[in-house]
């Protein structure tokens, strides 16, 4: 065991077996701070990993996990997490409900190619966002009103997803512009103006 690290990347590969997994050694790294755990390549696993994280980590990454949004309460009760990017169906399912418990310190929050189709939160749950990022987003049509009572929120992007959750996000600019943040930014990738499906 290194006691030390500060940060660890992890890659598992198709064809190893699933009980070989033990995340929750992690929790044993009690000074790790920035940690990526990537599947590859991406696929539905007949058993769930279980981690279990270290308290101390400020940034994690996840790619391929293929885990149900219902498991996100083992990284929103992470104390100190302050950056967030989920990669490559690492959550998988139809909703996503966050509660008031979870990602207290959270800054930054990155969705990259997920299946969400609802997305129901409150501004509470993310007290201190500030940037917001949603790539390959193709199945959710809107980002929860919520965000435009975030008080800490400066950024929203969205890329390569469709027509009416870069609508949302417009329409939370404007709610934050209601509020006093006039610094608060929306930024779209291109969009087919015919289709609605973003570039």
């Not at 929050?109 to 790539?135: A, G, Y």
């Not at 809107?142 to 009416?164: A, R």
């Amino acid at each position: 065991m290194i006691p030390n690290l500060k940060k660890l990347s992890i890659s598992y590969f198709r064809g190893k077996n699933d009980q070989d997994y033990h995340l929750d050694n992690l929790l044993h790294f009690h000074q790790l701070e920035k940690l990526k755990v990537k599947i590859y390549p991406s696929f539905v696993s007949r058993q769930k990993l279980n981690p279990v994280f270290p308290p101390s980590l400020k940034k994690l990454t996840i790619s391929g996990w293929h885990h149900p949004w219902q498991d996100m309460g083992i990284v929103g009760s992470l104390p100190n997490l302050e950056v967030l990017k989920l990669r490559d169906y690492a959550f998988r399912g139809y909703e996503w409900e966050t509660s008031e418990e979870e990602f207290r310190c959270l800054k930054f929050l990155l969705l990259d190619k997920s299946d969400l189709q609802q997305w129901i939160t409150e501004s509470s749950h993310f007290p201190n966002l500030k940037c917001l990022v949603l790539f390959r987003c193709w199945c959710l049509k809107e980002i929860p009103d919520g965000f435009g009572e975030i008080p800490t929120l400066e950024l929203i992007k969205v890329d390569d997803g469709n027509i009416s959750l870069v609508d949302s996000a417009r329409h939370i600019q404007e709610v934050q512009q209601g509020w006093g943040n006039d610094a608060f930014q929306v930024r779209v990738g291109r969009y087919n103006m015919l289709t609605g499906d973003i570039k």
